[in-house]
């Protein structure tokens, strides 16, 4: 064993928290540890379990304990901070929710993302990664200022103004309000919660339609999953975002990812309306219509919007209801099918109805309703006797309205032992549709009519009708919210509405989840979907710029004007890829010949990252086993693994 060195040198460690540099005697064999424990006995009785050594000259952390100063390379001249771990950040996640949370910098961002997916509820944090704010998309906006003078206040939301907050799928806005003002995420006490409407209006990130040189610099704003935050230029109070950033999705299952399958539709979301990825028009009405039906299904109850109703026993219900109507007596409610709540809401009133089919030429008469349970009950006017009991459960609930010439009706189609009935109700105006029309989107879903969640269907059904206008001052901004910014200039807002609602026609009884996953596969089959767009210079063409895009099966050599798929390189064929540090040049070796290049738009640990990051996600086979840290940052790594 070597002999212990004796001699002592002077050591300076300044400690942010309390503005005091204190200097004192150290020795080069002296541990890490041993040097943190000397210096918290000179600093007072505080709680410094959370502090560390911090190089700021090599820009890295003295987080080993058992490593002597030597062994470091710490020498007297050095200049060393004693800070915390732990910083207070503000993190946007996909669906545009700002979250004030503790991270710890000291680790590598591979690491802090997975603490802080936990803490938020989704799986697969592999996926995801940290990007920093993306300055282009802000230049000249008040953002930037906003966040500025309410450093000292937790902002925990910056969402449009006109979206429907999703009541349904957990989402952060919705979590469980703490007695301190903040929210817990699985049980996790996140920080405290300013709603959307306390945003100003207009403050919108990202509402920007990117070019390629736009989208390239986009790409180059993520952070070294292999480094640190801290060590990456991330200080207190700094915002930072987290995104989804490997677009290979493993196991996404509806049972346990509602979370991740949330915040994974508002990136695509927002990807769609940013024009971030290209569609053809009749594809951003697809994603229109799914869109809507996801703020439609949002405002009704939760059991409404988590599964439509199943009509599996509609044929008892009918013969039930038939043999009480016969007996005119009420029925046990043991016998009763399936226990419906009470209804809170009388729903009745004057409607014309007329029976609808080829051999039908009967007018509209105007006759008594009222609903009950999940029946229609028909009365003729002046009279106390029913003459006849429509059971709506399992219907088919059209609306067949035109709010131009204010022309409200419904339509239903129901059966009636083995034959069709096809009827419609005629409404005078636009409220009492809202309200009927609840009425029978409720009963044909097996919930009693009137019943707790009416109003939420009422609105639902308001929201409908808006998308019905025609007014320009009315629906501009809220049709604005869900196409693509070129759509707008070259459709006008009325005929954008009509193709949205024609899409929407077949939707009306999807889910939440449901629309979200639609949205997602829709999303997914898009030609340049999961593209990540870098500028480079091929090896001989120093003068030119590329562009090369990184998807999770191959890469992309591209026409930077339009787009246009050039070169295909796949990862499958792909022999080995390597990186020359020293010069910055990345070298791959293909079954269709070899090709070196520079990266102009991003630093080229970025898409080295992306290239191992990919290939690491296609070797995920067992969706129980663990993420494997070390196979990720040997791809990923570099230099650094």
Known sequence: MPPKSTREWELSVFTPQIGVTKTFLVRSDMSVGEVVVKLASTLGPQDWTDHALWWPERQTWLSRPRMTLTSEGVQSDCKLHFTSMHKMLCVQVPDRTIVKMSIDVSIPCFHAIEQVCKRVGIRRFEELSFMRCNNRAVEGNQAISYFASRKNVHINALLDPLMVRDKQTPDLMDSEITTDGGYKVAGQTLGSVVRGEDVPDGILLDRWSPNATDKAYLHGLWFDSSRSLFSQGVEEDDFIQLRFKYFSFLDLDPMVDSMRIGQLYEQ??????????????????????????????????????????????????????????????????????????????????????????????????????????????????????PTNRFNIRGAEISPDIDVEKEKYAIRMSLRDYDDEIEAKVTIDDAETFCKWMAAFQMASRGKAAGSTGHNEEVRACRMYLEMQRVDKRETASLVGHYVPHRILKKKSISKIAAQVLKFHGTLDRQSILDSKLAYIRVWEGLQDFGLSYFIIRFAGFRTKDELLGVAYNRLIRLDPATHAHLTTWRYSTMRTWDINWEIKEMRVDHEDGNFSFTCSSADLKVLHEFIGGYIFMSMRKDVHEPTNAESFFKLTGGWEA
């Not at 990825?277 to 299904?297: I, K, P, R």
């Not at 029925?331 to 409607?351: C, F, H, N, R, Y």
């Open 268 to 385: 695509a979301r927002w990807s769609v309306l940013t024009e971030d990825v290209d569609c053809t028009e009749e594809e951003a009405y697809t994603f229109a219509a799914l869109q809507f039906q996801v703020q439609l299904a949002a405002c009704r109850p939760k059991e409404e919007a988590a599964g439509t109703g199943s009509g599996e026993d509609s044929d008892l219900d009918q013969a039930l209801t038939n043999l009480q109507f016969s007996l005119g007596t009420e029925l046990d409610s043991a016998s009763a099918s399936a226990a419906v709540p009470e209804p809170t809401q009388k729903i009745e009133g004057d409607l014309k109805f007329q029976r609808v089919g080829k051999l039908t030429l009967k007018s509209a008469k105007m006759y008594k309703f009222s609903f009950q349970d999940c029946s229609l009950v028909q009365y003729k006017k002046g009279e106390v006797t």
